[in-house]
């Protein structure tokens, strides 16, 4: 069972409402979920829930993580396949799930999935090696020297490395939130 209330729509404060609102009503809201992530009781699920509990805290991290799913410069498979990686890291059952069935959708298969799992760079995506190595590094503590930045920056630039890091660490925030409140994925 999560911990924590799972908030229902007609109980929240108004900011909590707003925030709820700007969540289902933003990119998240697709032909797949027209209502965003939400349940069949309309409660949002997911790190979403829990970013109500703090309107003030939760819009700015819930729009940083739109910012970073929808108007990054980081091809969509790219950005999963790191999402992937953090999930690993974290063991995070919750973002695994989710961000598989995203990248499905773009066309990852369960044997990329397992290459992430066990921490390497999948064969069908050499492209993804210079995000998933910066990745790999953020996470394990072991930032790049000046040759590897150099090198990283030759290879993805300035703009993605900052993307990159800036993805680690939401979809990292979000795993220890997950955890802590022990959301589950939905069956």
């Known amino acids: 069972m999560a911990r924590g209330p799972l908030l229902a729509p007609a109980a929240l404060t108004a900011e909590?409402?707003?925030?709820?609102?700007?969540?289902?009503?933003?990119?998240?809201?697709?032909?797949?979920?027209?209502?965003?992530?939400?349940?069949?009781?309309?409660?949002?699920?997911?790190?979403?829930?829990?970013?109500?509990?703090?309107?003030?805290?939760?819009a700015p991290l819930q729009?940083?993580?739109?910012?970073?799913r929808y108007s990054s410069l980081l091809p969509d498979v790219t950005r999963e396949l790191v999402i992937l990686a953090v999930a690993a890291h974290h063991d995070s059952v919750y973002e695994r799930a989710a961000h598989?069935?995203?990248?499905?959708?773009?066309?990852?298969?369960?044997?990329?999935?397992?290459?992430?799992?066990?921490?390497?760079?999948?064969?069908?995506?050499?492209?993804?090696?210079?995000?998933?190595?910066?990745a790999r590094a953020i996470l394990a503590g072991t930032l790049p020297d000046d040759d590897e930045f150099e090198q990283l920056q030759e290879g993805l630039g300035d703009a993605a490395i900052f993307e990159l890091s800036t993805l680690v660490g939401y979809y990292s925030t979000l795993a220890t939130q997950l955890t802590l409140f022990d959301v589950r994925p939905l069956s």
């Open 63 to 68: 729009r940083l993580g739109a910012a970073l």
């Open 100 to 134: 598989q069935r995203v990248a499905a959708r773009l066309g990852v298969d369960e044997e990329a999935f397992v290459a992430i799992e066990a921490g390497e760079t999948p064969a069908a995506y050499p492209e993804a090696a210079g995000a998933l190595e910066l």
């Open 16 to 58: 909590q409402r707003a925030l709820y609102d700007e969540i289902c009503g933003g990119p998240r809201a697709s032909a797949e979920r027209p209502a965003g992530p939400v349940d069949a009781s309309g409660a949002l699920t997911g790190p979403f829930n829990a970013m109500l509990y703090s309107p003030a805290v939760g």
